[in-house]
């Protein structure tokens, strides 16, 4: 069990984040680019460090994976880590640039491959959600946590989440085999916090994302009973592999929802409700 000091500890640390972000977010900021063409900005770069120099200073033993200090770490290095954090400073950073709000401060603890423990921030609205598969998932309300519970039995029509910046064909021929749905577009995180909430019931997701995009959100999910598998229906798992690329997957709030139908082109694999 993760010691709740630990864990207010983390939420203290994704809110000081979030007040570093929105101090560039209202001002005039200039957008760069890394290797693979993804934008970079100050506000990035400023969290990473609130939250890495904090980590370091509560869990000196646990090392911390960082989107923004990945590339300092060898391989090597860290598939020898059997515990470590898994952060994105500023999930959504698309969206960020747009100004829209729907983006998040994602931290997560990771063991034996396994997210234990995830906290989600969004910046703008100042909403909070932290829990786990073993500890429940929690909205923060001011100084009260407010348990979560996906929406089971999901009912037609089924609300799926949508990428508001990286829908393609694939996610939506899924999306089209569903039968009756409600599209709902949302950036980042903000997905997985909403299956939790029961706000949404599936989010498809076929194409490259990293480790540190959906760990804080798998553990808010499973907390909440829900579950992310991959296409053959295995638990995502983190720091496993060479690259730290995650393969397809499909988020759900309903985990007896009939997903292995939607991934094939039978035209009667449509859900009935």
């Known amino acids: 069990m993760i010691p709740h000091t630990l864990r207010e500890d983390v939420i203290a640390l994704a809110q000081d984040a979030a007040s570093a972000i929105l101090g560039i977010y209202d001002s005039e900021f200039a957008v760069m680019h890394k290797d693979d063409d993804s934008p970079l900005t100050a506000a990035d770069l400023a969290a990473h460090r609130c939250i890495v120099e904090g980590l370091a200073r509560i869990t000196p033993e646990i090392p911390v994976l960082s989107e923004e200090s990945a590339h300092e770490i060898s391989t090597r290095e860290r598939r020898g880590w059997s515990r470590l954090w898994l952060v994105d400073p500023l999930d959504g950073t698309r969206e ?118 959906t760990a804080a959100g798998q553990c808010v999910l499973e907390g909440a009973g829900g579950a992310v598998v991959d296409p053959h229906g295995r638990p995502f798992r983190y720091n496993q592999r060479e690259r730290i690329l995650n393969g397809d997957f499909i988020a759900l709030g309903d985990v007896t929802l009939p997903w292995r139908r939607w991934l094939h082109e039978d035209p009667g694999a449509a859900h009935r409700l």
Not at 173 to 191: D, Q, W, Y
């Open 96 to 213: 960020f640039v747009k100004r829209n709000g729907e983006f998040t401060v994602n931290i997560a603890l990771i063991e034996d491959g396994v997210a234990v423990f995830g906290v989600v921030q969004a910046p703008v609205t100042g909403a909070l959600w932290h829990g786990g598969a073993e500890l429940g998932a929690f909205r923060r309300e001011g100084e009260r946590d407010m348990p979560l519970r996906a929406r089971a039995p999901a009912t037609a029509p089924l609300r799926v989440a949508a990428s508001r910046s990286h829908r393609d064909g694939r996610t939506q021929a899924f999306i089209n085999r569903m039968g009756e749905v409600e599209p709902v577009g949302l950036g980042s995180s903000l997905k997985f916090c909403r299956l939790a909430e029961g706000g949404l019931d599936v989010y498809p997701r076929f194409g490259p994302t990293s480790e540190w995009d």
